[in-house]
């Protein structure tokens, strides 16, 4: 009953409940510590276009590829849940603001690399991903709420 009440069932990854509570959890951990933690939003790129064009087993499988492909390259004390639909969200301890930005541009290479194909088609796997630090003063609502502007910042811009 756990897994299903904290995991998502395509992607096998947390949801959105198991990582609202992390969060909650970090900044409390942060508060009290004084360490820090970035807290990343990743939306797809063009999901709606492909479901269209190629169905929505198509979708499924480019979701669950990604799912994949962001735990292969996240650390396992890492959080990394699907909040719904085609957002994401990671919670990154440890990192200042270069390694942060380092880590998305890692992440957005793997996903460019990718070479994912369902029934014959190539599959662009592309992302936009936003990011803010836990701040003594944060809830995780206020964080969520920064992570999800900062990832609409970076979807609009020219790439």
Not at 104 to 118: G, K, P, S, T, Y
Not at 123 to 144: E, R
Request: aromatic share 6%.
């Amino acid at each position: 009953m756990k897994q299903h009440a904290y995991h998502d069932v395509l992607t096998g990854l947390s949801n959105r409940r198991f990582f609202v509570e992390s969060l909650e959890n970090r900044v409390e951990r942060c508060r009290r510590y004084g360490d820090n933690c970035a807290v990343l939003f990743l939306d797809v790129d063009k999901l709606k276009a492909i479901n269209d064009e190629h169905g929505h087993a198509a979708g499924d499988a480019l979701l669950v590829r990604l799912a994949e492909l962001l735990k292969i390259h996240t650390r396992m004390t890492d959080v990394v849940a699907r909040i719904g639909g085609d957002e994401f969200g990671l919670l990154l301890d440890h990192l200042n603001g270069d390694q942060v930005v380092d880590k998305i541009d890692f992440l957005l290479e793997q996903f460019r690399a990718e070479n994912l194909v369902h029934d014959g088609k190539a599959l662009p796997l592309g992302a936009s991903i936003g990011y803010c630090f836990v701040g003594p003063q944060d809830t995780a609502d206020a964080l969520m709420s920064r992570a999800d502007a900062a990832m609409y910042r970076a979807k609009d811009k020219p790439e």
